[in-house]
């Protein structure tokens, strides 16, 4: 009979959530994996037993943020207005970086390039649920000869460089949901045009 599994996947859970609130102190080069071990109450052999180095670590935290991204998409219903559907998932996508200004960053800014792969998979299932939001536009012609991953690259574009701005804390008038709003909209109408 083996030995008992001394860490689960809810000491796995503690970690990362302790690896983002460190990351967000500190950034990905200060990090370390005693600090993060500490502050969630174990020790650096869980760590290792569990996702192998500080780079799988990181890259467990991207794949994280990708999974947040992921099950957002899914979870904006469905109306019979897909341009409406996806200015949610932008305000969505606005939420995330705002609750997670540090998992946005290492996720969309500063990938390492030896962290990158370990989270490229649960990326692209990610991009894959929102290139699924784009097939009606494409389906009513609402794409204007564009196609759906040309689409789609102009609006991740639009809301990655929006929430640079907001999480830099650059102002947008009173209302940031509302300029949001507004350029995905302009986006979306205008690819029709």
């Known amino acids: 009979m083996g030995r008992p599994r001394v860490h689960d996947e809810n000491t796995a859970a503690a970690l990362l959530a302790a690896a983002e609130r460190l990351l967000q102190e500190r950034g990905a080069a200060a990090l370390s ?17 569990l996702f192998g180095s500080k780079e799988a670590l990181l890259g467990a935290l991207g794949a994280h943020a990708m999974k947040l991204l992921h099950a957002g998409v899914d979870a904006i219903p469905v109306t019979d207005d897909p341009r409406h559907d996806l200015v949610e998932a932008a305000l969505m996508f606005r939420r995330f970086a705002l609750d997670h200004p540090a998992l946005f960053e290492m996720s969309f800014q500063r990938v390492d390039p030896a962290v ?3 989270f490229r998979a649960t990326a692209a ?14 389906a009513a012609g609402l794409l204007g000869g564009h196609s ?6 102009a609006f991740d574009g639009l809301c990655e460089g929006m929430a640079v701005a907001e999480v830099r804390g650059i102002p947008f008038g009173l209302d ?8 995905s909209w302009a986006l979306l109408t205008g690819l029709a045009a």
């Open 148 to 153: 759906v991953p040309e689409a789609v690259m």
């Open 116 to 118: 990158r792969p370990r």
């Open 33 to 49: 994996l005693r600090e993060v071990a500490t502050a969630a109450g174990t020790s650096t052999q869980a760590i290792y037993s």
């Open 125 to 138: 299932e990610a991009l894959a649920a929102l290139m699924r939001r784009f097939e009606p536009l494409a």
């Open 176 to 183: 940031p949901e509302r300029m949001w709003r507004a350029a």
